[in-house]
Nanobody, 125 residues
Framework: QVQLVESGGGLVQTGGSLRLSCAAS????????MGWFRQAPGKEREFVAR????????YYTDSVKGRFTISRDNAKNTVYLQMNSLKPEDTAVYYC??????????????????WGQGTQVTVSS
């Protein structure tokens, strides 16, 4: 059973920073891609960033490029999302996701991910 536990959300002013963490357990962490998604009130869940199993490849949605950085520490079974220059439109519940398929790169919101419980990020104007 794969378990994902997120932490690091909170309330921050526009222009501020937050670092989200996601600790994974239940399988060999380093064989699977990881991702971050978010869901704002009244909106569909959307892709934010993903990182390959080794950490050598990353990909971001356009709206966060240059502001967010995804990284992972396979020795600690943890993936991170560093969020800088936050904007009110970044306000959402952020979900950590673990790919169900090893050595795959994906950005789609689908049933092919294990999901964390979510952590609230609120950016005040």
């Amino acid at each position: 059973q794969v378990q994902l536990v997120e932490s690091g959300g909170g309330l921050v002013q526009t222009g501020g920073s937050l670092r989200l963490s996601c600790a994974a357990s239940g399988r060999t962490f380093g064989n699977y891609g990881m991702g971050w998604f978010r869901q704002a009130p009244g909106k569909e869940r959307e892709f934010v960033a993903r990182i390959s199993w080794s950490g050598s490849s990353t990909y971001y949605t356009d709206s966060v490029k240059g502001r967010f950085t995804i990284s992972r520490d396979n020795a600690k079974n943890t993936v991170y999302l560093q969020m800088n220059s936050l904007k009110p439109e970044d306000t959402a519940v952020y979900y950590c996701a673990a790919d169900k398929t090893p050595y795959r790169l994906s950005t789609a919101v689908s049933s092919n991910w294990y999901w964390g419980q979510g952590t609230q990020v609120t950016v005040s104007s």
